[in-house]
């Protein structure tokens, strides 16, 4: 099993991602962290404890960047995840509390008490991740590998013709993480738009989920509408599910190896650039961060099965 932190700002797909790794036997989910991202940041810790309940579990939550590390914050438009996250459903009341550390120090502490053993897997603007690296530089070489969703580097953007939204909404956090020199992969559009969740695995996701199921359903009902409009498709693209799919199923999924570059500002803020590793290019600034993963191929419908499976 995957000992796993969750970094997430839920969020449509951040709750069925977050089902998934409440579920799956092969994940050991050890905490959650927060940032704002689809909604703010206290409604994200909101979500996160209430679909760790609504699963019946009792997983720590702790909130973190409720803004980008250096730019403006842009209010995440309503109309994609619901002014609540979750599509605007109704939702019951939370019992929990959040964990009274930082996200960045329940990051720190946790890899601390495992070295060597844990995965963080980040479906959000990445400004937890970089302040964790502020806390302790040393947490690189103490990881197991880090997986994000986030970045694009031919399938263009989806909050600009360039940058992948969990890029843009904090391109400083994305270019500090991106660059650590830690075991990383970027799950991004390139293999996230080729899946797709149909109404047909929603169906079987409600019917075996109880009340989470309910939640879950409902809200990809609102998200759906946001796919027909902006990309032509009946269904959703589970973006941050894909970041867990990776994990648990490389075999479905292309990747290479390079080098990323994250502009910080300009035309192309929040861009992935991607430099393949072995490449020569005239001019080497490209090629000077240090070697990742990046996913360019996946089997989408193999993956948006596992999914519908999984829960
Ligand atoms: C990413 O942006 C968010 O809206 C989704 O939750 C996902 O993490 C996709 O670009
Ligand atoms: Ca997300």
């Known amino acids: 099993t995957y000992p796993i932190i969750f970094d997430t700002d839920p969020g ?7 089902a998934i790794a409440l579920r799956h036997p092969g994940i050991d989910l050890l905490g959650m962290t927060t940032t704002y991202g689809n909604v703010d940041v206290e409604t994200a810790t909101h979500n996160a404890l209430l679909l760790s309940e609504l699963a019946g579990r009792d997983i720590p939550v702790a909130q973190g960047a409720a803004a980008p590390m250096v730019k403006a914050r842009h209010p995440a438009p309503a109309h994609i995840h619901g002014a609540n996250g979750l599509g605007d459903m109704p939702l019951p009341a939370v019992k929990g509390r959040a964990d009274p550390r930082s996200a960045a120090q329940f990051i720190v502490d946790t890899v601390d008490s495992r070295p060597g053993e844990v995965t963080l897997v ?12 502020q806390l302790d530089p040393s947490i690189t070489g103490k990881v197991k590998q880090v997986v994000i969703m986030g970045g694009s580097i031919r399938e263009g953007g989806n909050v600009s013709p360039v940058a992948e939204a969990n890029m ?31 109404p047909a695995h929603m169906a079987r996701i409600e019917a075996g989920q109880g009340e989470l199921g309910r939640i879950l359903a409902g809200s990809y009902a609102f998200y759906r509408d946001f796919y027909q409009e902006a990309l032509g498709i009946d269904g959703c693209c589970p973006h941050d599910s894909c970041a867990l799919a990776w994990l648990l199923r490389p075999d479905l999924f292309e990747t290479r190896r390079g080098h990323l570059t994250v502009p910080t500002s300009g035309d192309a803020e929040g861009q992935t650039i991607f430099a393949p590793e072995g490449r020569a290019f005239i001019e080497s600034r490209w090629a000077r961060t240090p070697l990742v993963e990046v996913c360019m191929g996946v089997d989408g419908q193999a993956v948006s099965d596992w999914i519908a499976d999984t829960l």
């Open 12 to 18: 449509v797909d951040d709750a069925q991602a977050i």
């Open 122 to 133: 980040a479906v959000g603007p990445l400004g937890n991740l970089a302040a964790a690296l």
């Open 168 to 198: 843009f909404n904090d391109p400083d956090a994305a270019a500090r993480t991106l660059t650590a020199g830690w075991p990383l992969v970027l799950v991004g559009l390139d293999v996230t738009h080729r899946c797709v969740l149909t």
